[in-house]
């Protein structure tokens, strides 16, 4: 599976958009870009994923680089509640593949 | 919205006990996991489980650890003889079978504390 960069930690101002970078340089061409994130120790939640489109849900929206070497997680407006630490993960497709954690980025929500 | 559910939240036991920890999945879902977390440290795998056979386990996984579905909603984890190396979160995933999405859903954890 691809490697996967990410900032140790990044603050956000409550209301502010936070944007959270990951690099995934040897990505292939069947790999999505999943994010999750785990909120104290609760078990990790999905957020979102995609392949090479830009993608939206409720949550949060996946920027994805042309050459897929990069992607952006934002949370449009950041709360508290969104204090986390969030993990980038690239997953082949077509399998029942495990989901392999780094360390992610602890994003800390101020007021 | 449904969810994966974990039994018990926090379970203590002595050194060479065997406990078992329990999950309900989602309802439709036909791929499960379990993981665990240590303390400070990273999310692990540490086995996947579909059609009623394991498709994956880490090396974490010996023959101190066991996974079972023992009817259609419950799946469990026994860890045959504890160690204090064992004192983790452990968490529970499913997975649905669409071909077009791969998300797990995780459960809550159980916090196994071994002494």
């Known amino acids: 599976d691809a490697k996967t960069t990410q900032p140790p930690s990044m603050d956000c101002a409550e209301g502010r958009a936070a944007n959270l970078p990951c690099n995934h340089s040897?990505?292939?061409?069947?790999?999505?870009v999943y994010w999750y994130r785990q909120i104290h120790s609760q078990g990790p939640q999905y957020i979102i994923h995609g392949l090479k489109n830009n993608e939206t849900n409720e949550m949060a929206s996946l920027i994805i680089t042309e050459d897929r070497k990069s992607s952006t997680l934002i949370l449009p407006h950041a709360t508290l509640r969104d204090t986390a630490v969030y993990y980038c993960?690239?997953?082949?497709?077509?399998?029942?593949?495990?989901?392999?954690f780094g360390t992610g980025t602890r994003l800390q929500v101020t007021l | 919205e449904p969810e994966v559910t974990q039994t018990p939240s926090h379970q203590v036991t002595q050194m060479g006990q065997e406990v078992i920890l329990r999950c309900v999945p989602i309802?439709?879902?036909?791929?499960f996991y379990w993981y665990r977390q240590i303390l400070g440290q990273k999310v692990e795998f540490l086995v996947s489980?579909?059609?009623?056979?394991?498709?994956?386990k880490s090396e974490i996984f010996d023959d101190q650890f066991s996974v079972e579905r023992p009817d259609g909603s419950n799946f469990t984890l026994k860890i045959r003889s504890t160690k204090l190396e064992d004192s983790a979160m452990y968490f529970c995933?499913?997975?649905?079978?669409?071909?077009?999405?791969?998300?797990?859903?995780f459960g809550p954890g159980t916090r196994l504390t071994v002494t």
């Open positions: 040897t990505i292939s061409g069947n790999e999505y």
């Open positions: 489980f579909y059609n009623n056979e394991i498709s994956e």
């Open positions: 995933a499913s997975r649905y079978r669409g071909t077009q999405s791969y998300e797990q859903y």
């Open positions: 993960i690239v997953l082949p497709t077509g399998t029942a593949s495990k989901l392999t």
């Open positions: 309802s439709n879902h036909l791929y």
